[in-house]
């Protein structure tokens, strides 16, 4: 099978079920493993992310959706001459990838119709309901089945990590629709982006309960959403964890001054007990891919060191 994965967290997926090897195109943002970047590239992009700042990157999206224009670009020449029997991509961001309806109109003009899988998760256990898909597509089920089997325990493991640590507080209890912390549960506040501010959603709330803490400000199952500095110091987080978009730990440093600068920022508990921590967004928190879980073992790291720091993947975080 020739397969195109048009988003990295596809990429992943299938490399995950040992299917690297039929994977003969991807887009410009699929870089793990390491093999992907020397496959094909099918998906561009418009956008200058690698000189720009976190404002103007944001600046030169917004104005793109506003006149109704695609972040991205299709190969239709590289999908022509790759002629692959299976297409992968995604139907939940236009932001994050290239979407549903511009993978149909590049379709129509193919001589050949390969198949598509669509990716849609918006929460942890949606990812790992989709996986099986994807292997009942390629013939690697049962693959599919023991990577999500392995996913699992791990997720188990934290929580036998953190056996005693209070359990997610009721809703019934909550302020403003946002629960109250519990003891032994910190307040936490992921951005996943520096200007403006945007707190987390999808399934990076669900991560952060799951390790251990309440997300102040993200919402489970709903895209990420711009916040104000106010906000941000409203919420009292003991714990910030920023992971941008598509932002390396060194990319994110070099932009720290679009928020260390500003005075809400000073006023935060977690800057001033210097739990503030730095993390490679893409790589575990930003794709919904089999790595979420390496995500969550991080976050569990990061919230309750006397008990989780062996959990955290090397090199994966670094503190403000």
Known sequence: MRICSLLP??????YALGLGDQV??????????????SKPKVVRTHIEQERASSDEIDQAVRRSLARGESLYQIDADALTRLRPDLLVTQELCEVCAIGEQQVSEALRHLSHRPQVISLHPHTLEELLAEIPLVGERTGRRREAEALVGSLRRRIARVREHLFGIAERPSLDSARDGRPEPVEGRPRVVCLEWLKPPMASGHWVPEMVELAGGTEALGRAGLPSRSVTGEEVAAARPEVVVLMPCGFSIARTRAELPLVTSQRWWRALPAVRTGRVFLVNGPAYFNRSGPRLVDGIELLAGLLHPGRCAELVPAGSAEPL
């Open 9 to 14: 967290s596809g990429t992943e997926i299938l």
């Open 24 to 37: 003969v195109g991807v887009s410009h943002e699929c870089d793990y493993p390491p093999d992907a970047q």
